[in-house]
């Protein structure tokens, strides 16, 4: 009973939100889950796209390559998504510079649309979001804490973030994209889904 209206220095009324304000950035997780050891690494960019994909993976593999000095195949299964999927020019691109990089075959191994919650990972998202439910993410730092905070089969997970300017829509021209796609070794019966990608050798790089 008489209370005032609040108003600024111009008499306009301050409008109230009925809802948390939108937050100013957003912080986007890449999960590579080890399915053989049960090591988990999540990393943490600002977007998602197809370059900040492959970058995340270069990240993963120097911090784990020394324990798998004997590793020369790596299988990585993922879901469908537009930013990883097996159309997705700069992301096939990219794994191809990767697999020349690293020096490993790569088989790129896709769960079909809607069927991703058979992917392991996707647990590993339940498990960190039961450990900051309630938690207000108001900075870098206290998401990080709690990804550190949170286990799988028993172990912390290792986690880094990612940081640089990734633009979405970068896009390879179909002239460019037919010396990446000659490397990519696509299944006959599953062309979308299974892709195989052999590094380059030193008698192709001299070539």
Sequence with gaps: MGGKTRTDAQGVVAKGWDHDPPAKEKLVPVGILSVATGALMLIFGWHETSDAWVDALQMWWRQVKRAHRSIKRLVIYLDNGPKNSGRR????????QFADWSGLEVRLVYYPPYHSKYNPIERCWSALEKKWN????????????????MTWKGRH????????????????PAKQMKAYEARLQ???????YDIIIKPKTADMQVK
């Design 134 to 149: 309630g938690v207000l993410l108001n900075s870098l730092e206290v998401v990080l804490q709690c990804a550190r905070r």
């Design 157 to 172: 997970p290792t986690v880094k973030c990612l940081d640089g300017h990734y633009p979405n829509g970068i896009r390879v």
């Design 186 to 192: 696509r299944s006959t019966a599953l062309p979308k």
């Design 89 to 96: 020019t700069q992301f096939l691109k990219r794994m191809v």
